[in-house]
């Protein structure tokens, strides 16, 4: 079991420093937890903060009404427990308590007891991860030390991306600036303009045409070198 886990983290570890988008990742990661753990379902909630809210983001169960279930909030369900307490919460028949939201569908879906433990980032939860037996089941703590580390990871999946975004996005501010730059250079050397009301016509023209000033810029400098 010990050398299926071990397997199992690498797997997951390559998934995460790898080019595969977030939703394949945490896909992957609720497949192979609940082969895993032997979970009837697996899924990965996250947390909107604005809305105090918790969806669905990934799990491998094929059921559509289950995938298709509405954003629950954080204080009136079994998931936020593990928010708000940041811990992990479980339940032993789901189907019995009165705090679960969709009793109807652990019915229909065949799901008894539950685990969900938080996903932390820096201190922060950012959702959970839940993990669903087709029986009455009592949670070991091994069993909910290991949930918790695939939330450890699921995690720092999502913190990655949020990161590599953030990278992506200075990069390409960075580039924005430079490409404004140099078309403000153009209109100053063609139309004989200081630097202010070079930018000041880059800009009207981005407001006239509902453009972004980097794309008038693409267009000033594409322009230019067209006329060369």
């Given at each position: 079991?010990?050398?299926?886990?071990?397997?199992?983290?690498?797997?997951?570890?390559?998934a995460?420093?790898?080019?595969?988008?977030?939703?394949?990742i945490?896909?992957?990661?609720?497949?192979?937890?609940?082969?895993?753990?032997?979970?009837?379902?697996?899924?990965?909630m996250?947390?909107?903060?604005?809305?105090?809210?918790?969806?669905?983001?990934?799990?491998?169960?094929?059921?559509?009404?289950?995938?298709?279930?509405?954003?629950?909030?954080?204080?009136?369900?079994?998931?936020?427990?593990?928010?708000?307490?940041?811990?992990?919460?479980?339940?032993?028949?789901?189907?019995k308590?009165?705090?679960y939201?969709y009793?109807?569908?652990?019915?229909?879906?065949?799901?008894?007891s539950?685990?969900?433990?938080?996903?932390?980032?820096k201190?922060?939860?950012?959702?959970?991860?839940?993990?669903?037996?087709?029986?009455?089941?009592?949670?070991?703590a091994?069993?909910?030390?290991?949930?918790q580390?695939?939330?450890?990871?699921?995690?720092?999946?999502?913190?990655?991306?949020?990161?590599?975004?953030?990278?992506?996005?200075?990069?390409?501010?960075?580039?924005?600036?430079?490409?404004i730059?140099?078309?403000?250079?153009?209109?100053?050397?063609?139309?004989?303009?200081?630097?202010?009301e070079?930018?000041?016509?880059?800009?009207?023209?981005s407001?006239?045409?509902?453009?972004?000033?980097?794309?008038?810029?693409?267009?000033?400098?594409?322009?230019?070198?067209?006329?060369?």
């Amino acid at each position: 079991m010990k050398e299926k886990q071990l397997n199992y983290f690498s797997l997951i570890s390559e998934a995460i420093v790898s080019d595969k988008y977030i939703e394949e990742i945490l896909n992957l990661i609720v497949a192979m937890t609940a082969q895993l753990m032997g979970s009837k379902v697996c899924s990965i909630m996250l947390l909107d903060e604005k809305k105090d809210e918790l969806f669905i983001a990934a799990t491998q169960s094929l059921s559509t009404q289950y995938r298709s279930k509405a954003p629950i909030k954080v204080g009136q369900s079994v998931s936020g427990k593990a928010v708000t307490g940041k811990k992990p919460i479980t339940v032993r028949d789901v189907r019995k308590d009165s705090s679960y939201m969709y009793p109807q569908i652990a019915e229909k879906e065949g799901i008894v007891s539950m685990l969900a433990v938080p996903m932390t980032v820096k201190g922060d939860i950012i959702g959970v991860v839940n993990s669903y037996t087709e029986s009455e089941h009592e949670f070991s703590a091994s069993e909910i030390n290991m949930l918790q580390a695939v939330a450890n990871q699921a995690a720092v999946a999502i913190e990655n991306t949020r990161l590599r975004n953030e990278v992506l996005k200075a990069r390409k501010e960075i580039e924005n600036r430079k490409k404004i730059e140099k078309a403000k250079g153009l209109l100053m050397q063609q139309l004989g303009i200081k630097e202010n009301e070079a930018y000041e016509r880059i800009r009207k023209k981005s407001m006239d045409s509902r453009k972004t000033m980097a794309e008038v810029a693409e267009a000033v400098i594409l322009t230019a070198e067209l006329d060369r």
